[in-house]
């Protein structure tokens, strides 16, 4: 595995890799020096395939972006009437997509490992150290443009992925759970809209966290071939 700043490429080629991901792009739009704060907290990451990027169980704040190539998301099986727990590929993550941020926005430790897919033989990954939108008082590095944009991507992508699991499975217990969740009708762009952003993502993280949790069990599914089509299906 290779990490580097991003900082430590050129500006011009950094640019153009961050234009094609809607966080960074919407950021730098208002405000150029903000984007500057994002690129300084960023990492690029290179796989090996079969390289492991994430673990179950670990704790951080980062969030990843797919730049290039195929991710596994794995998560572990209990054998049945054995002591093992063998881990099999749940979804594939492709080029694009955003993963880590249920970890991040719920603070608590992965659910679930990603390894770089072993027929991929260039693995490209866009970390960000998502500790600059924790705190939501302290605007010191990250104004409040800034992370209202971040919260609004992050509920936005939540959504759309409970309604995929919603269309699915329209009689489950959890279908309308996210519908239920009370929407901010206040004042925009002022700490007060902040601040309910931010609860709402994490409850939609946690309900989806729930949804994860169901198909990991395989409560949902008539066998795993239907569970992983569906998965690579939303995550594509």
Same mark, same amino acid.
């Given at each position: 595995m290779e990490i580097k700043p991003l900082i430590e490429y050129p500006r011009d080629a950094v640019d153009r890799l961050l234009n094609v991901i809607h966080l960074f792009r919407d950021i730098r739009a208002v405000s150029e020096w903000q984007y500057d704060v994002l690129l300084k907290r960023s990492r690029l990451v290179s796989l090996e395939p079969g390289e492991q990027l994430l673990r179950t169980g670990d704790v951080?704040?980062?969030?990843?972006?797919?730049?290039?190539g195929e991710l596994q998301v794995q998560?572990?099986?209990?054998?049945?009437?054995?002591?093992t727990s063998p881990e099999r590929t749940l979804a594939v993550i492709r080029p694009g997509e955003l993963f880590g941020d249920l970890s991040m926005l719920l603070a608590e430790p992965r659910s679930a490992s990603v390894f770089a897919a072993r027929h991929s033989r260039e693995t490209q990954v866009l970390g960000?150290?998502?500790?600059?939108? =924790?705190? %939501?008082? !302290?605007?010191?590095?990250?104004? &409040?443009?800034?992370?209202l944009i971040f919260y609004r991507n992050m509920v936005h992508s939540l959504r759309w992925k409970l309604e995929v699991y919603r269309s699915k499975y329209p009689g489950h217990q959890l279908a309308d759970s996210h519908r239920k969740l009370k929407l901010y009708t206040?004042?925009?762009?002022?700490?007060?809209?902040?601040?309910?952003?931010?609860?709402?993502?994490?409850?939609?993280?946690?309900?989806?966290?729930?949804?994860?949790?169901?198909?990991?069990? =395989?409560? %949902?599914? !008539?066998?795993?071939?239907?569970? &992983?089509?569906?998965?690579?299906?939303?995550l594509s």
């Amino acid at each position: 595995m290779e990490i580097k700043p991003l900082i430590e490429y050129p500006r011009d080629a950094v640019d153009r890799l961050l234009n094609v991901i809607h966080l960074f792009r919407d950021i730098r739009a208002v405000s150029e020096w903000q984007y500057d704060v994002l690129l300084k907290r960023s990492r690029l990451v290179s796989l090996e395939p079969g390289e492991q990027l994430l673990r179950t169980g670990d704790v951080d704040q980062w969030v990843y972006f797919l730049l290039r190539g195929e991710l596994q998301v794995q998560v572990e099986s209990a054998g049945k009437g054995t002591d093992t727990s063998p881990e099999r590929t749940l979804a594939v993550i492709r080029p694009g997509e955003l993963f880590g941020d249920l970890s991040m926005l719920l603070a608590e430790p992965r659910s679930a490992s990603v390894f770089a897919a072993r027929h991929s033989r260039e693995t490209q990954v866009l970390g960000l150290d998502c500790t600059l939108f =924790g705190d %939501l008082e !302290d605007l010191s590095l990250l104004q &409040l443009p800034a992370k209202l944009i971040f919260y609004r991507n992050m509920v936005h992508s939540l959504r759309w992925k409970l309604e995929v699991y919603r269309s699915k499975y329209p009689g489950h217990q959890l279908a309308d759970s996210h519908r239920k969740l009370k929407l901010y009708t206040g004042p925009k762009n002022c700490r007060e809209e902040l601040v309910a952003l931010a609860g709402q993502a994490r409850s939609l993280a946690r309900i989806l966290l729930d949804w994860n949790a169901e198909f990991g069990s =395989g409560e %949902l599914v !008539d066998d795993e071939s239907d569970m &992983l089509g569906f998965l690579e299906s939303m995550l594509s």
